[in-house]
């Protein structure tokens, strides 16, 4: 039962091994640039080892995504997302988005890159990426932002269009802050800072005056 027990732990760290190695390389060479071959040459096993804990190459891009999003222990962000979605403050719901992600995207710039490769590649990852998480992120924000209307809150935008903008502040900053201008020169705040800016200028964006 030992011998069982330590063959599983052996197993289990290799497959780790070979998937952070994986990660790396793909955010450092690309998709194209990364064979299943190198990725075994960087980890010091055979290309069938790799086959052997990643049956296929989808199985390998499901694994990273999963790796990301259980990484911390922490409970995803839409799940965190709808509890505070039920008390409607809307500096919440947004600044702790908001917050949530920059300090991911300053952990793991690495990730970041990888994805940025599989979006300029048209890889299959990017798709995978944007089903598992954009998308839902973009459904329950949009659906909280039609119920804020349907409160009188809100102004009447297109809903996905608020995320959008919403979205796109918080991937510019993490970007620039990430990969561009690492030392700060353009603009150096800390996360909690940005988030609280960015929601603010969103808020006091689509939110109604008084007088309409």
């Given at each position: 039962?030992?011998?069982?027990?330590?063959?599983?732990?052996?197993?289990?760290?290799?497959?780790?091994?070979?998937?952070?190695?994986?990660?790396?390389?793909?955010?450092?060479?690309?998709?194209?640039?990364?064979?299943?071959?190198?990725?075994?040459?960087?980890?010091?096993?055979?290309e069938a080892m790799v086959f052997r804990h990643f049956a296929s190459k989808q199985e390998l891009y499901h694994a990273i995504l999963d790796r990301k999003a259980c990484e911390g222990g922490k409970a995803t962000p839409l799940s965190v997302i709808n509890e505070i979605i039920k008390t409607k403050d809307d500096f919440e719901v947004f600044y702790q988005i908001i917050l949530d992600a920059l300090k991911k995207h300053q952990q793991d710039p690495e990730f970041m890159r990888l994805l940025m490769h599989s979006a300029l590649e048209g890889h299959e990852l990017a798709e995978m990426f944007i089903n598992e998480s954009i998308v839902p992120t973009y459904e329950v924000l949009s659906f909280y932002i039609s119920q804020r209307q349907r409160d009188g809150v809100f102004r009447n935008l297109n809903p996905k269009l608020i995320v959008r903008a919403f979205v796109g502040m918080m991937i510019h900053h993490s970007i620039n802050t990430n990969l561009w201008d690492k030392n700060g020169r353009i603009l150096k705040i800390t996360n909690e800072e940005a988030a609280r800016g960015f929601t603010e200028i969103l808020l006091n964006g689509i939110k109604k005056t008084p007088a309409e």
């Amino acid at each position: 039962m030992a011998v069982e027990s330590e063959l599983l732990t052996q197993n289990s760290n290799r497959r780790d091994q070979i998937l952070q190695i994986a990660i790396k390389l793909f955010s450092q060479y690309g998709f194209r640039g990364t064979t299943t071959k190198k990725i075994a040459e960087a980890a010091g096993v055979s290309e069938a080892m790799v086959f052997r804990h990643f049956a296929s190459k989808q199985e390998l891009y499901h694994a990273i995504l999963d790796r990301k999003a259980c990484e911390g222990g922490k409970a995803t962000p839409l799940s965190v997302i709808n509890e505070i979605i039920k008390t409607k403050d809307d500096f919440e719901v947004f600044y702790q988005i908001i917050l949530d992600a920059l300090k991911k995207h300053q952990q793991d710039p690495e990730f970041m890159r990888l994805l940025m490769h599989s979006a300029l590649e048209g890889h299959e990852l990017a798709e995978m990426f944007i089903n598992e998480s954009i998308v839902p992120t973009y459904e329950v924000l949009s659906f909280y932002i039609s119920q804020r209307q349907r409160d009188g809150v809100f102004r009447n935008l297109n809903p996905k269009l608020i995320v959008r903008a919403f979205v796109g502040m918080m991937i510019h900053h993490s970007i620039n802050t990430n990969l561009w201008d690492k030392n700060g020169r353009i603009l150096k705040i800390t996360n909690e800072e940005a988030a609280r800016g960015f929601t603010e200028i969103l808020l006091n964006g689509i939110k109604k005056t008084p007088a309409e």
